[in-house]
């Protein structure tokens, strides 16, 4: 029978994109700061929309107009305020999809220095899993060496020991299991 093989579970966690490429942080840090001004551009304009519907502009007339009937001139400068904030959301927000663009095109980059930064962590386990699947498929020839003596008797034994042959595991010869190990290999981490 085949050892056991003991997976033993450390702490490891994935750095992030941001952690390891230094342009990817930039966009990143850029796109949130983007993204809180256009949240705060948003409750600004409500804010506004909400006071000016409470008490509407006041209608000016022109200065020289106001000059012959001696008024004074009162600017509401509050719609202006309003078509400045909408101005920049709409900046903002193009903004934040050429960062999302800019971020989705520097992704790659990004992935290969977490890749690096994993290597080693992903080599030991791919190890353990190889190990474990060698295991199971040599589990797996024990198993079908019996499964072959019982159809060599001609015994029907399916339906009577409720466990059939484990074809999810791919081909006896040249299955799932042989796939993954001889990958494994070729990339040298077994």
Known sequence: MAAKVKVVEEQFRVP?????????????????K??????????AQNELEADMKKTPPVRAVRAGLADV????????????????L????HDLEDGI?????RMHDRKSAASVKVCEAVR???????????????????ARRHFESLV???????????SRLGVDRPGWMGDIQD??????????????YV
């Open 120 to 138: 080693a962590e992903f080599g030991s386990r791919v190890k353990a899993l190889a190990a474990a699947l060698e295991a199971a498929h040599a």
């Open 175 to 188: 299955g799932h299991v042989q796939r993954f190990i001889r990958t494994a290999k070729e990339n040298g």
């Open 16 to 32: 992030t994109m941001a952690e390891c490429d230094d342009e990817f942080r930039a966009l990143m840090e850029r796109h949130q």
């Open 34 to 43: 983007v993204h809180a001004e256009l949240g705060e551009n948003r409750r």
């Open 86 to 89: 909408r101005k920049r959301a």
């Open 97 to 101: 999809a050429i960062l999302f663009k």
């Open 69 to 84: 009937l001696g008024d004074t001139i009162e600017v509401d400068g509050r719609p202006a305020k309003l078509a400045e």
């Open 148 to 158: 072959v003596d019982l159809e060599n008797e001609d015994v029907t034994w399916q």
